[in-house]
């Protein structure tokens, strides 16, 4: 990537991301659909939290939004993330040739590495 435009998107699009509660948001919604209500529920967060989550996830363009009746039902957008493999990847997020992978009961990023314990004596 050498287009400015390109990785500017790309980077609102990880900030988007760049929060606890977005990537739980990421992680359930790679499970399908679902409206505010019955994600703030399940995430235990309250509405207008989870509401100003998605909203800033929907602007970067990660989310899509529609009224159904008076609730308003969020899923991944289909422009920016794909099936997953039908095994442990739920979803994979193109970000312009950058590929992450939601996977099954875990955050879209790697685990960070531990280091190990020096044995005293």
Known sequence: MTDYQAARRVATRLAALAEPT????????????????????LLGVPMVNLSHHLGVMRQAGLLTDEKDGRRVVYRLNP????PGDNGDTLAVLDLDGYKVRVRKGGAALVPPVRSAKKKKG
């Open 22 to 41: 977005r990537l739980r948001v990421l992680d359930r919604l790679a499970q399908g659909p679902l409206h505010v209500g019955a994600m703030a529920e």
């Open 79 to 82: 422009d920016v993330f794909g």
